[in-house]
């Protein structure tokens, strides 16, 4: 019989960034740039999504409907990439202005003039893929 366990995701994965060029980026030494971030496997990714769904929730039951404003989405982006997000490797983000952890990564997604890593790391995340090990018979 098969163990199915073998096959469960990891906690983590990195994600080498491109440009909104989409061609790779690296630092002045050559070396790539990435993120470390949590995936949809882990409790750190599970928290952080019941969060925003509750939030989503509350605006709901005060509103009374789901109309959310162009800042809201992105504040609301960059506050659930924040908490998932391990480590910017490689790479500072100076308009952060000593920030550091969740403070300096939900500043950095919410800046839509790098936008493109924002979108990179929200499409990452959500790919198991990312997080998994293949059995290698496919």
């Avoid at 609301?76 to 391990?86: H, R």
């Avoid at 490797?89 to 969740?102: C, I, S, V």
């Amino acid at each position: 019989m098969f163990d199915i366990t073998t096959l469960a995701a990891t906690d983590t994965s990195t994600l080498e960034l491109v440009g909104g060029d989409d061609a790779p980026l690296f630092d002045d030494k050559g070396k790539r740039l990435s993120i470390t971030v949590y995936g949809p496997g882990s409790k750190v990714y599970q928290r952080a999504q019941a969060r925003q769904q509750n939030q989503l929730m509350d605006k709901i039951k005060k509103r009374g409907k789901m109309d959310q404003s162009a800042e809201e989405k992105l504040a609301e982006q960059a506050d659930f990439l924040a908490a998932c997000t391990v480590s910017f490797n490689g790479f500072t983000y100076p308009p952060a202005n000593g920030l550091d952890g969740q403070e300096l990564f939900r500043k950095a997604y919410a800046d839509p003039s790098i936008g493109f890593i924002a979108t990179q790391v929200a499409a990452h995340i959500n790919d198991w893929a990312n997080f998994t090990k293949s059995s290698g018979l496919s």
